[in-house]
């Protein structure tokens, strides 16, 4: 069950609710009894009825899961039962009139805005009249109901307001928490990802080049060796043979299964899987490329991120990706046509919860010696490109 802060506030707000409900129908039973009216024990048993429905159909609207168990019919019944006993309440006696005010509310609480105000100035008017026959007429006995309809009506409209924005905020707040646990997760997934990709890129470059190197050069040996121990060099080469092939299928298990059949592949994958979940049209071009296992992997999750963002946040209809080689550099550009934003605010706010992403992107890339572009404006749509030295793509450090 989800709570907002404001809950304590809402609730004092019922409990007052109650207590001046009963408090009010008691005073006017017990000024029955006081000055003797010749229906006080009519007024006793029809503010008893009067408290006996409120407190049903209040404590059926508190346990039920929303509102009412049997909707919005039942609630209109509840508050139809309440009025007419009110009404009786005030005819016999007239300080059954001040139980309005409460009903007011209940009126604003259960009814539609126009069924609300329609119901607040008919029992006003019904209080005015009351009282007028009651006590006889007068400027006060007027005044005081209109004044305490319309305070009723602005703090419950005030009162509407305020739990609505609760509401909104407290949606609001779920999103972020589940958004914050998506970045975590994927976070530790692209930890884990870079991190095998590191190891497998170090095996290959130290492990597995130099088994290979050995494997060369006892196989020269093998030849200029006579026997017997040209047995032995070629034992030795078969191991490290079998050793060569036990590290490259390591280097194979720990490489992103994503990426198996290279980074245009692995594009056209993703933009198929996130077009199925979201039903926007995204067309990926794409140069099967060279390119060196940690590239493919930062270029794999910038896209992913620009992808997620257009079509997440920017509300884009169509989306573009393309993979492409231009003379001396690797490019990678995500176009989107959705609502766009400010580049610069969102730039000079890096660190902030709404541009994780594009710091996600702007560290990927500066990791790699590359360049990260973002060309935006509201209305005008997103295209992120992100540049790579072509040497550097293809694993050559400098």
Do not use: K
């Not at 209109?76 to 300080?95: D, F, G, N």
């Not at 794999?300 to 080689?325: C, F, Y």
């Amino acid at each position: 069950m989800s709570h907002s802060t404001l809950d304590p506030v809402f609730t004092g707000l019922r409990i007052g609710l109650h207590v001046l409900v009963v408090g009010l129908a008691a005073f006017a039973v017990v000024r029955a009894f006081a000055v003797s009216s010749p229906s006080e024990w009519w007024t006793l048993t029809v503010g008893v009825a009067f408290v006996a429905v409120y407190v049903a159909g209040a404590a059926t609207a508190r346990t039920a899961a929303s509102g009412f168990r049997g909707g919005r019919g039942s609630a209109l019944v509840w508050i139809a039962l309440l009025t007419l006993l009110w009404a009786v309440l005030v005819w016999l006696s007239p300080e059954g009139a001040f139980i309005v005010f409460p009903l007011f509310f209940l009126y604003l609480h259960v009814l539609p805005t126009r069924g609300a105000i329609a119901a607040i100035a008919a029992t006003t008017v019904f209080a005015i009249v009351a009282l007028g026959l009651h006590l006889g007429f007068s400027v006060g006995g007027v005044v005081g109901p209109l004044i305490a309809a319309g305070v009723a009506v602005l703090i419950g409209l005030a009162y509407r307001a305020l739990r609505r924005e609760a509401r909104e905020r407290e949606l609001l707040l779920a999103e972020l928490l589940r958004t914050r646990q998506q970045l975590a997760e994927t976070e530790r997934e692209q930890g884990a990802l870079t991190e095998r990709a590191r190891l497998a890129r170090e095996i290959h470059d130290t492990v597995a080049q130099g088994l290979a190197s050995i494997q060369m050069l006892l196989r020269a040996a093998e030849r200029d060796t006579p026997e017997p121990g040209a047995g032995y060099v070629r034992l030795a080469r078969e191991t490290a043979a079998d050793s060569l092939a036990d590290t490259r299928q390591i280097i194979r298990e720990l490489t992103p299964a994503r990426l198996d059949g290279g980074l245009a592949a692995a594009l056209r994958r993703l933009a198929r899987e996130q077009a199925d979940r979201s039903s926007v049209p995204i067309e990926v071009r794409a140069d099967d490329l060279e390119l060196s296992m940690d590239v493919q992997t930062a270029l794999l999750r910038i896209a992913q991120g620009a992808l997620s963002n257009a079509v997440l946040h920017a509300d884009a209809s169509h989306v573009d990706i393309e993979l492409s080689e231009d003379g001396d550099a690797v490019s990678l550009a995500v176009q989107d046509d959705g609502r766009g934003f400010d580049v610069d605010a969102a730039l000079a706010d890096l660190h902030g919860t709404d541009s994780f992403g594009l710091q996600a992107m702007q560290e990927r890339i500066d990791q790699l010696d590359g360049t990260l572009g973002i060309v935006s404006a509201p209305g005008t749509g997103t295209t992120v490109t992100a540049r790579l030295p072509r040497a550097r793509a293809e694993g050559v450090r400098p």
